[in-house]
């Protein structure tokens, strides 16, 4: 018998032994997606605050179903999926949207991407009292759809024009009607407003659906952009689109209000000043005043503006100025009945949240200290309480806290330390929290507004056993000061069955731009498993957030302006000094992979850096950044002809001679944000001084470079050269 419970040990040992031996493989990554976290989806917040909808299977239909938010108990079928069908055809419901009173549903299907936030679709809008579907246009796909406030209209844009269709009597009420493609369009920003301020829908419905506004962009003058697309035809098929590089013509800007009862446009004054930004229009709590903030070209002054809808009048009411530049954000709130409006600003060094009555004097600051505010969540009118994200407890975590409206009683809401976000219900009654940390997948939790737990969703337990079978490194964070002495964030992940006593190479990740971290005390899907997969087969892997990144407040963020590039490769530099000191480092083979700016970066520490670094690889790169779009570039380094110096120091193109190591150039060929001639410029650089490189095209692959087997293609690749090269 003894000898028997000795086998059985002996045999759940070889188990546990067997189980922790398991490998990962780029396909279980990008092909199988073996590790990707379980989330919280189809989570549809109703009006009131207290139920929401959700999807539930029903044969080969998906019903939407009503639950309590609270217990989560199934209340009613709001739409049987069987019941949406426009005669014999049944609507796939794959996203919908409710009416502000949540009588009717606007179902989009059938989308077709055109840039990052665009898309064509067909929309259908169905009625919840009578069971009945109808198109909501036949004239061809359309874009941003969207209820008005009073539910019994939807805008929306068609060929560049503006759009609204009366659901009660079947009109469509046609706008516009100079949108012209490459030319003009209505209610829809150009490309560079999308890439760069986050925002492609440029129409908003006033309070009670009266009033339209929308911006109308003159393109005619902006340069085009011309790349092949490889479709197996005789001829490659052209796509041209207008992208505004560094120094060149932008769209000029008008502003427009749509009175829908007098069909009447009325034209806003905005400035003789053409040469400027419209980042954004939102209607004040007034039906009849719409705010647009109007930034200046070299993006360091901001105004808000209050505009008359009847008369196209408008006047500053508030105005930001900085000697570097600065960020638009969406945290800009309206009181109910003209009390005035929140909004944040960094004029303090630090993000914070102030209140400024209806005439643009500031009560008051919100929020107080050294740390930024990252998000905004919301604002509860009853108990005059705000919600907001920061970087209170340290620049790698993000914290929920409330704060009253006078800045009294702030409360942590989340506890546990990594990062937490928070999305609100309709009436900040309740938030579904996500957690994580950087060695643990997300959490999915509800709560009260107060913070209290009310139920776990999601707590990905399969992922949290799945990792049981793997050996992987713990994600360790760490500091340390750079030559000038100013402190930096990093973390590391050691090879598998680490050794103290061996010296190991190190392949170091960052991105580094403007604005942005990826040292964040936060779980990283794919990039985790990537790294640890890197740790199996070796391979320590590091990340450094050099100057010029997030949550340190703006001196920190801006002090890269007008001279992108140089301070951060220093401090690529620094920390490759730093990990070669490290007594289990073999700094003779330290490499640096990067994506995007992280490309640019690393074509930057291959060339200027070469003393430091064995092998770099640089995925999507900026090459010069005479080649990008302007409102991004000129952010941070003005025109090209007014500073000269802050293009061409920081170039790799200009650096290639000093080249010792091994690189390998990745690019997408149909990028429309990093155009695919940054990768072709360097390339050509690099012949020119006889440079040996590896250089790897991913034929009509946009910046992303994804699709099918194209991510785990594009790993193996990145593998085959570290395993080669590093």
């Known amino acids: 018998m003894k000898s028997f419970f000795i086998f059985i040990i002996a045999c759940s040992c070889l188990y546990v032994s067997s189980q922790a031996q398991k490998t990962i493989t780029i396909e279980d990554i990008w092909t199988n997606y073996a590790f990707r976290p379980a989330t919280v989806s ?21 019903n939407i179903v009503k639950y309590e938010l609270k217990s989560g108990k199934k209340i009613t079928v709001l739409v049987k999926g069987a019941d949406v069908k426009v005669g014999d055809k049944y609507i796939d419901i794959t ?90 369009k209505n209610g829809w920003a150009d490309w560079v407003y999308e890439e760069e301020f986050s925002k492609a829908n440029y129409f908003e419905w006033n309070a009670n659906g009266t009033k339209l506004a929308f911006v109308r962009f003159d393109e005619s003058k902006v340069k085009e952009y ?64 719409l705010s647009l903030q109007r930034l200046n070209r070299l993006q360091n002054k901001l105004e808000l503006l209050y505009a008359n809808a009847d008369d196209g009048s408008t006047n500053v009411i508030l105005t930001e100025e900085s000697k570097t530049y600065i960020d638009i954000t969406d945290n800009l709130l309206f009181l109910a009945g003209n009390k005035g409006f929140i909004w944040s600003s960094e004029k303090d060094n630090y993000n914070h949240l102030y209140y400024y009555d209806n005439t643009g004097k500031m009560i008051n600051q919100i929020t107080k200290g050294f740390w930024d505010v990252i998000d905004f969540n919301g604002y509860d009118e009853k108990t005059k309480t705000l919600f907001y994200t920061s970087t209170e407890r340290g620049q790698v975590n993000r914290d929920i806290y409330s704060v009253k409206l006078d800045g009294s009683s702030k409360k942590r809401l989340s506890s546990a330390e990594g990062t937490t976000s928070a999305d609100f219900s309709k009436g900040l009654k309740y938030y579904v929290s996500v957690y994580s940390n950087a060695n643990t997948p997300p959490v999915y939790e509800l709560h009260s507004a107060d913070g209290k737990l009310i139920k776990v969703l999601e707590d990905n337990l399969a992922l949290k056993n799945k990792m049981k079978d793997y050996t992987l490194s713990t994600k360790e964070f760490f500091v340390f000061k750079n030559t000038e002495g100013v402190e930096l964030n990093g973390w590391m992940m050691k090879p598998k069955n680490f050794d103290p006593s061996k010296k190991y190479p190190v392949y170091m990740f960052a991105y580094n731009g403007p604005g942005s971290n990826e040292c964040n005390n936060a779980w990283e899907n794919f990039d985790y498993w990537w790294h640890s997969l890197l740790n199996q087969e070796g391979y320590m892997v590091a990340c450094i957030d050099g100057r010029g990144t997030y949550g340190r407040g703006r001196e920190f963020k801006n002090c890269t302006y007008l001279q992108l590039g140089k301070l951060e490769t220093l401090d690529q530099i620094d920390a490759a000094k730093y990990l070669g000191s490290l007594s289990y480092v073999d700094k ?25 670094f064995k092998s770099a690889i640089a995925i999507a790169p900026v090459t010069n950044w005479k080649f990008y779009d302007n409102i991004y570039t000129e952010r941070f380094l003005r025109k090209p002809q007014d500073n000269k110096s802050g293009y061409e120091d920081n170039s790799p193109v200009n650096f290639v001679k000093q080249m010792k190591g091994n690189f390998l150039l990745i690019h997408g060929s149909g990028d429309d944000n990093v155009h695919f001639q940054n990768s072709m410029e360097l390339a050509n650089a690099l012949i020119k001084c006889n440079k040996s490189f590896d250089f790897m095209a991913y034929p009509n692959k946009n910046h992303g470079i994804y699709g099918g087997f194209t991510r785990a293609h594009l790993y193996n690749k990145v593998l085959k050269f570290v395993k080669e090269n590093l």
Not at 42 to 62: C, I, P, R, V, W
Request: glycine share 8%.
């Open 588 to 612: 003779n083979r330290i490499g640096f992979q990067g994506w995007s700016f992280g490309g640019y970066m690393a074509s930057l520490l291959i060339t200027k850096g070469a003393d430091y």
């Open 226 to 289: 011309t790349f092949d697309a490889y479709n197996n035809h005789l001829y490659p098929d052209k796509i041209t689109f207008k992208y505004p590089k560094a120094g060149e013509d932008n769209s000029i800007l008008s502003v427009h209000i749509y009175d829908l009862e007098k069909a009447k446009t009325t034209m806003l004054d905005i400035g003789k000043e053409t040469d400027i930004y419209i980042p954004r229009i939102q209607w004040t709590a007034d039906a009849n005043l």
């Open 95 to 184: 996203s919908y949207s409710f009416s502000p009173d949540e009588t009717k549903l606007l179902f989009s299907t059938e989308p077709e991407n055109i840039y990052r936030r665009s898309s064509l679709e067909k929309n259908y809008v169905y009625d919840i009292k009578t069971s009945k579907t109808i198109e909501l246009s036949d004239k061809g796909k359309q874009m941003f759809a969207t209820f008005s406030p009073t539910g019994n209209k939807i805008a929306f844009v068609r060929d560049n024009n503006l759009f609204v269709k009366d659901l009660n009597n079947g009109m469509e009420v046609q706008v516009t009607t100079d949108g012209k493609k490459n030319e003009i």
């Open 42 to 62: 189809g989570f549809n917040a109703m009006k009131d605050g207290l139920h929401y909808t959700d999807f539930e299977e029903d044969g080969s239909f998906k």
